[in-house]
């Protein structure tokens, strides 16, 4: 197996924010599905904001078509992570050559007293053909101390 080399994030991965929302609770946010072509996998981020202890999962699909008229979830690839109080709740999932082209998010969100923020990042990675067209940042090497 090969492994994977990269010089920054900006030049070889793709960042997008795939799931958003400010009040969730009791429900399954279904997350923007990101196209896999040209990719090795995506890894989705999830973070949940803190309130009370509560259990949340996310989950991948996949589907031939974008708009996942068909979608399936991939096996296995449900992945839980808890909220406190006072601690934020964190977890990743890695969908590594997922057998169709589209791979998206699925959460799921318990139901809590006061509703909680829900963000979910993917960052595609291992791309046939370099570099990427990314203008989400920038990059700085070795930068100087000043003002930013």
Do not use: C
Request: charged share 15%; net charge negative; proline share 5%.
């Amino acid at each position: 197996m090969a492994s994977l080399m990269f010089n920054t994030i900006k030049d070889d991965m793709q960042p997008d924010l795939v799931a958003y929302k400010i009040d969730a609770d009791n429900e399954t946010i279904t997350g923007t599905g990101v196209d896999m072509t040209g990719y090795q996998g995506v890894v989705f981020f999830v973070v949940a904001g803190k309130g009370e202890v509560a259990t949340f999962s996310i989950k991948a699909q996949q589907d031939s078509a974008v708009g996942f008229g068909t979608a399936a979830d991939l096996l296995g690839s449900a992945v839980s992570f808890a909220t406190a109080v006072n601690t934020s709740g964190f977890a990743f999932l890695e969908i590594r050559n997922p057998a169709e082209q589209y791979v998206r998010p699925i959460i799921t969100v318990p139901n809590i007293t006061t509703p909680v923020a829900v963000t979910v990042v993917a960052l595609r990675y291992g791309k046939n053909w370099r570099p990427e067209t990314n203008a989400d940042g920038e990059v700085h090497v070795a930068p100087a101390e000043g003002t930013a």
